[in-house]
């Protein structure tokens, strides 16, 4: 659990307004034709006495595609934003920190502006080489997100305002909480372990019973979809040679094609063998067109009708799923020349009989019935099993446990610590794994003094989500939302 914090740790003190940083480096997004009543051209949405701005609007929007881009490693597209329903995340965000901006005003704070000054004064973003506020990079900046400096301070003052609020709402956790959480974390039991096996020759196949236990997987076991086609192939023309000024005159138009390993182009006596190779098979592709017109109408009749898979067939399924029953496709070149390529039928995957599937089937069956056998083998030795002491560990430590890979033992130490048995077992593949809790140590302060700050940190933010969700209901039912956003 501390490791997953640690990655994710910048993901943790996202709260529910847009940050200033963010605010300052993000882009716009183009946007299309929205509808606006053209009363309430300048806002999207009104929250008690505050609007909130159709600039505002594409600012959060612009920031919010930013942050999920980069989630999505750069491949969020707009169609994409509109199916996750990014702008009516991106509204409901604005609608909530008024609600909290308009409570804030209520309860009587305000942000001066010897506050917004120390505050921009302060940020490292805006120092120069020297380390100090720099005004002509702080404009310049701004100037180049394309934000004005009257928006971005407002902008600002909001978030110095919020802060103010959360100060009062006091949302930084207690010792106490924090200690529960460090206990939770880094819990440390002292376990025993006994592996037991099942020997595969112990379980017996009933026919009978593998027939039952094909009925309830029948429709997990279908066959392949499979083509028929008929095909005319046109092979590689050599019983044409080439002159060497045709050749040549070949090699000029593809020469691109022929290189040595480390990429430079082939001289034309390099690359003679490979030219003839391609020369003949330039002309099967010539006279390949004239076979496929000819098959297109009816005036030759298939060399071959087979039925294949996908994977027996000589060249991509794609090709096949671009024509109807009855279509001839255009030439596709294949190792062994053109082939012209009616499709007769796609037969699609249909459940299997019981003999077909019975080879698949007895895998399955034989894991089943491992599983059950160790099952019934761990709990009749549960209460009575003898283990080896392996000494204390974490959720998150990885001892060396004899028989157990990295994989087995994270998920061992998973089920002994989200379950509150001192006695237990789990099943990992071919084994059964017992185990036994010997001792409890529930605080390591040594971890905790490690990782306070990520704790604290962790710890404030969940509570601050907590706080945000309960108060922004009831604000709900204290201010009124006007929404007057239409949509793209």
Do not use: C
């Not at 009708?305 to 799923?321: A, G, N, R, Y």
């Not at 399955?364 to 209460?383: D, G, I, V, W």
Request: no cysteine; proline share 3%; glycine share 4%.
């Amino acid at each position: 659990m501390i490791t997953w914090m640690q990655r994710h740790k910048k993901y943790l003190v996202v709260t529910i307004w847009v940050s200033v940083i963010a605010f300052v480096g993000a882009g716009f997004v183009g946007w299309g034709a929205y509808d606006f009543n053209s009363d309430r051209s300048s806002a999207v949405a009104k929250v008690g006495e505050r609007k909130i701005s159709v600039r505002e609007f594409q600012m959060a929007y612009s920031n919010h595609y930013s942050y999920y881009n980069s989630l999505f490693g750069g491949e969020l597209t707009q169609e994409k934003a509109k199916e996750m329903g990014l702008e009516k995340i991106v509204l409901e965000t604005l609608v909530n920190e008024s609600l909290l901006l308009n409570y804030a005003s209520d309860l009587g704070l305000r942000v001066l502006d010897e506050e917004l000054k120390a505050t921009l004064v302060g940020d490292a973003t805006f120092h120069d080489d020297s380390g100090k506020f720099n005004k002509e990079l702080y404009y310049q900046m701004l100037r180049n997100a394309g934000i004005e400096a009257k928006s971005y301070e407002e902008h600002l003052k909001k978030q110095l305002l919020l802060q103010k609020l959360y100060n009062i709402l006091n949302t930084q956790p207690t010792q106490t909480e924090t200690k529960m959480v460090a206990s939770a974390l880094f819990m440390q039991d002292r376990l025993a372990l006994r592996t037991i096996t099942v020997n595969p020759n112990e379980i017996d196949v009933n026919e009978e019973e593998l027939k039952t236990f094909w009925e309830s997987q029948k429709s997990s076991f279908l066959t392949p979809q499979t083509y028929t086609i008929a095909s005319i192939l046109t092979p590689p023309v050599t019983d044409t040679k080439p002159s060497d000024e045709e050749l040549k005159a070949f090699y000029e138009e593809t020469s691109f094609n022929y290189r040595h390993d480390d990429g430079k182009l082939k001289a034309f006596e390099e690359a003679k063998e490979d030219l003839m190779r391609a020369y003949a098979m330039e002309l099967a592709r010539k006279e390949s067109l004239q076979t496929y017109l000819a098959f297109r109408k009816g005036e030759i009749e298939a060399q071959t009708t087979q039925t294949l898979t996908e994977d027996k067939l000589p060249f991509s399924s794609e090709e096949l799923q671009k024509l109807n029953d009855g279509d001839v496709s255009k030439p596709i070149p294949t190792d062994d020349g053109f082939l012209s390529v009616k499709l007769i039928s796609t037969n699609p995957p249909k459940p299997m009989d019981f003999e077909e599937a019975r080879p698949l089937l007895l895998d399955n069956f034989l894991a089943q019935s491992m599983e059950e056998a160790l099952t019934k083998k761990a709990a009749a030795q549960l209460e009575l099993f003898t283990g080896q002491d392996i000494g204390l560990v974490s959720r998150d430590s990885m001892p060396q446990i004899q028989g157990l890979n990295s994989e087995e033992v994270s998920l061992l130490l998973a089920h002994v610590f989200d379950n509150s048995d001192l006695k237990g077992y789990i099943i990992l593949d071919n084994k059964a794994v017992l185990y036994e809790v010997l001792e409890q140590n529930l605080l390591d302060q040594t971890k905790l003094e490690e990782h306070q700050s990520l704790i604290t940190e962790s710890l404030s933010q969940m509570k601050r989500v907590e706080v945000d969700r309960a108060l922004i209901e009831n604000l709900k039912k204290r201010y009124a939302i006007e929404y007057y956003y239409k949509g793209s």
